[in-house]
Every structure is written in structure tokens, then in C-alpha cells.
């Protein structure tokens, strides 16, 4: 049983269009970050997410926190092939020794020109 | 902008040796963790470490594996024996502090076990 479910798996989609990757969990989280990830290179932080309900705007992209900090979405608004690449959500579990991210299943993206 | 660094970036060695991943954190940052990537799967947390002690591992940090902070500035991750299914991307990572603080990655060094 995964942690965090991450979907879609894939996506392909054409310059312009719009989407959403979604990330859920049945435990709640203190804070859940996304990161995106090129081939053969770490993640790179995106956003950081803390407060249930919580949206963050990032240029085309916006990042929410359910407001049971179970779950969140990142929605890309006009999706650029420069967007392409692998969407990662991550959260940090509540308690005084919890310092480990646990990652989600990851959602590639790829946008066609 | 500060960068989390690894080296080296991709090392092959052969089943059996030993191998030492070099991280460069975040200089003000206090909390170091390894993580690692099978090809195609998702990213594993593997050891943070904090006050020069580990602080938490999972169930793939067996005693084939050790982590160092030597000089104050580099930490390492050793691997005693490699095994083949050790092959995989190593990440280094590191946090100002726990709870809410996020983790900046480095590049990764590829090991390659052959």
C-alpha cells in the first residue's frame, strides 16, 4: 500500500491545455511539498504546502492542500513544454521525530508543442 | 543561490567493494538525509541524521550501510559490500530544520554495480 497515491500516472497533453495531478493519502500530513524532477537529476522543490485548505500560486501553477491535510492537487494553467517532467508530491508525517520526506508515485507529464 | 552537492555523479563499481557518496548540505541547514531511486521507481527515504547522529532509518539502511559527518561540512553515505540491486540514484538532502521545513536536494550520483 502506498503512502501517497499519485494521479495520473502519465499525462500527455498538448501545449495550452490546462490539468491537474492529484495527490492523496488516507494519513494527514503536517506539510506536503512538490517537487519536479528531471531524468538523471533530483527533485526540485516547488512549493510547500502547510495549512489545511491552503493555495499557492506559483505562475501557471497552483498548489492546494485539502483542508484535512490528507490530500492536494496541483493544477497547471496553459501547460508549456517546458512543463514536462516528473511531478513529485511529498509529505512530512506529524510527531516530535518524524523528519523523513515520503514521496508520492510521481506523475510524468509530458507536454507536446 | 545555496545548492545541496553531491559527488561523485556517477560511479560504477564491481559487486562485493565498497563505495563512499560525498553530500555537501546546505551550510546553515541542520537535518541531512539520504534518499535513493531504483530506475523507474519512486523515491525512497533511506537515514536522516541530526547532531551528528542518525535519527531515523527505514528498513533498506541494513548494516551494510553508514552515514558520517567527518569534517562539520561533507556527509557521506558508505556502503560496506555492494550488492547488485544497490544500483540506483543517491540523493542527498538537507533541511534548515524538521516539522514543516522543506528538504533541497542535490543531483543525485548514479551508482552503478556491476
Known amino acids: 500500500t502506498q503512502l501517497l497515491e499519485q494521479s495520473p500516472q502519465f499525462l500527455s497533453i498538448q501545449e495550452g491545455e490546462n490539468l491537474t495531478v492529484y495527490c492523496n493519502s488516507s494519513s494527514v500530513f503536517s506539510s506536503l511539498q512538490w517537487y519536479r524532477q528531471e531524468p538523471g537529476e533530483g527533485p526540485v522543490l516547488l512549493v510547500t504546502v502547510v495549512t489545511g485548505g491552503e493555495v499557492k500560486k506559483l505562475k501557471r501553477l497552483t498548489f492546494q492542500f485539502g483542508d484535512a491535510r490528507k490530500d492536494s492537487s496541483l493544477h497547471i494553467t496553459a501547460a508549456q513544454p517546458g512543463d514536462t517532467g516528473l511531478y513529485l508530491c511529498?509529505?512530512?508525517?506529524?510527531?516530535?521525530?518524524?523528519?523523513?520526506?515520503?514521496f508520492g508515485t510521481g506523475t510524468k507529464l509530458q507536454v507536446i508543442p | 543561490e545555496p545548492e545541496v552537492t553531491q559527488t561523485p555523479s556517477h560511479q560504477v563499481t564491481q559487486m562485493g567493494q565498497e563505495v563512499i557518496l560525498r553530500c555537501v548540505p546546505i551550510s546553515n541547514h541542520l537535518y541531512f538525509y539520504w534518499y535513493r531511486q531504483i530506475l523507474g521507481q519512486k523515491v525512497e527515504f533511506l537515514v536522516s541524521?541530526?547532531?551528528?547522529?542518525?535519527?531515523?532509518k527505514s528498513e533498506i539502511f541494513d548494516d551494510q550501510f553508514s552515514v558520517e559527518r567527518p569534517d562539520g561540512s561533507n556527509f557521506t553515505l558508505k556502503i560496506r559490500s555492494t550488492k547488485l540491486e544497490d544500483s540506483a540514484m543517491y540523493f542527498c538532502?538537507?533541511?534548515?530544520?524538521?516539522?514543516?521545513?522543506?528538504?533541497?536536494f542535490g543531483q543525485g550520483t548514479r551508482l552503478t554495480v556491476v
Open positions: 541524521f541530526y547532531n551528528n547522529e542518525i535519527s531515523e
Open positions: 511529498a509529505g512530512r508525517l506529524p510527531g516530535g521525530g518524524y523528519q523523513k520526506v515520503t
Open positions: 538532502a538537507s533541511s534548515e530544520d524538521r516539522g514543516a521545513s522543506e528538504a533541497f
